[in-house]
């Protein structure tokens, strides 16, 4: 069996579910351009948006998952710490305070930590025997919960 990582291959992507996301992202072209009174400034500003997040899966699809798992703790630390800034500098946005200002764009820390929180507690139950006992659920909860309860107490 030839290893999914060896140097044969210049992109590893998962070529079905390449073709998924394509197929669904040109259905999703077809609805946008229906629902949007067939406004073609709108479809090339969602095609560039597209292209843009294709550019960044291709690079990330090239990133060993153990190397993510190595970073995960820090990206959590980061998000959890950008969660606490966006309390103190957050910026308002159609009623809520979720955004920070990075200057050429906004970002919205809680929607980075959807993929980070399960991946830390992937990272922190890896390796661990089966069935996990209640300290090891109990920190898996508190690893969930920290960055839950900062989402909930951004102003409304």
Do not use: C
């Not at 479809?43 to 597209?50: A, H, V």
């Not at 998000?79 to 050429?104: D, F, M, P, T």
């Not at 996990?132 to 960055?147: D, E, F, S």
């Amino acid at each position: 069996m030839q290893n999914h990582w060896s140097n044969n291959h210049f992109f590893h992507l998962d070529k079905p579910l390449l073709l998924g996301i394509l197929i669904l992202s040109g259905m999703g072209l077809v609805v946008l351009y229906s629902a949007g009174n067939q406004d073609w400034d709108l479809i090339i500003r969602q095609i560039i948006r597209l292209l843009m997040g294709f550019g960044v899966m291709l690079v990330l699809a090239q990133i060993r998952p153990q190397q993510v798992l190595s970073w995960t703790p820090w990206l959590y630390l980061i998000g959890v710490l950008l969660l606490i800034l966006v309390l103190i500098i957050g910026e308002i946005s159609k009623g809520s305070q979720r955004w920070l200002n990075l200057g050429l764009f906004r970002f919205q820390p809680s929607e980075m930590m959807k993929l980070v929180v399960p991946m830390m507690v992937t990272w922190y139950v890896t390796g661990k025997p089966l069935p996990p006992n209640y300290g090891r659920v109990t920190i898996a909860i508190l690893i969930i919960m920290v960055p839950v309860t900062l989402v909930l107490n951004n102003p409304i």
